[in-house]
């Protein structure tokens, strides 16, 4: 059942992505006005990778294009992949190419410039709540183990690769997302509601669903690393 994870504003903590001064500037004192916090403004990479470990932001608003000979998608990406930090782009671009690519980072949101304060304040509140359904366990993600199966085949948690005999497998982002829900509870079997909500984002489950992607895997790993426990859910066959 759905439970409400509402927070309150002054609670969530914002990292802004923006390299024009004045934008940026504007876009931090309607955030302020509307209760939130704003741990920077950055945009390029290293000073953005720096405040993330200073501050651990509950949502990135970032903006596509950036002047720096790096793309707003570019930051968002590697935010998304080693922190699972909800991302809003903010974007004056809304052509079918420039979408799709961001869709790469899987936005919580997507506003084109220029947007109303209202819009941007509810897609706010809708991606915060969203996130901390679809996430419960986000703090655990930075735990940078490894997972050994048999046969020489090893998880690497920290980067969410899997690797056969040191060679990193090529999986799909919902194989990956599998494997980085099962590996926070290695030996424990985790529902089937709660794998679905992570990797689809439903709160409704298709069995079958799963069945055919963890069946998927075990063809590409070549042997069972994800078994059924009966009427429960999933777990990873570890030692």
Avoid at 121 to 133: E, F, G, L, R, S
Wanted: charged residues 25%; glycine residues 6%; hydrophobic residues 35%.
């Amino acid at each position: 059942m759905y439970k409400n994870h509402w927070m309150d504003k002054s609670e969530i903590s914002i990292l802004i992505i923006e390299d024009e001064a004045v934008l940026a500037l504007g876009l931090e004192y309607t955030l302020k006005s509307f209760g939130y916090q704003v741990c920077g403004i950055e945009s390029q990479f290293d000073s953005t990778v720096k405040n993330l470990s200073s501050y651990s932001p509950d949502l990135v608003l970032a903006d596509i294009k950036l002047s720096d000979h790096i793309s707003g998608i570019h930051i968002a990406k590697y935010i998304w992949q080693t922190h699972k930090i909800p991302i809003i782009f903010l974007t004056s671009y809304c052509d079918e190419k420039t979408i799709k690519e961001a869709m790469s980072c899987e936005p919580y949101g997507y506003l084109v410039k220029p947007w109303k304060d209202e819009e941007l304040n509810a897609i706010i509140q809708t991606a915060i709540n969203k996130h901390n359904y679809f996430f419960p366990h986000q703090n655990t993600l930075q735990n940078d183990g490894v997972i050994e199966f048999e046969n020489n085949v090893t998880y690497h948690k920290g980067k969410s690769i899997l690797y056969k005999e040191g060679v990193a497998l090529n999986l799909t982002g919902n194989e990956t997302k599998l494997l980085d829900i099962l590996s926070d509870y290695p030996k424990e079997a985790v529902s089937f509601e709660r794998i679905s909500s992570y990797i689809w984002r439903e709160s409704l489950y298709d069995v079958g669903r799963l069945r055919t992607l963890v069946y998927r895997l075990k063809q590409k790993v070549g042997f069972t690393i994800v078994e059924s426990v009966f009427e429960t859910g999933y777990r990873l066959k570890v030692g």
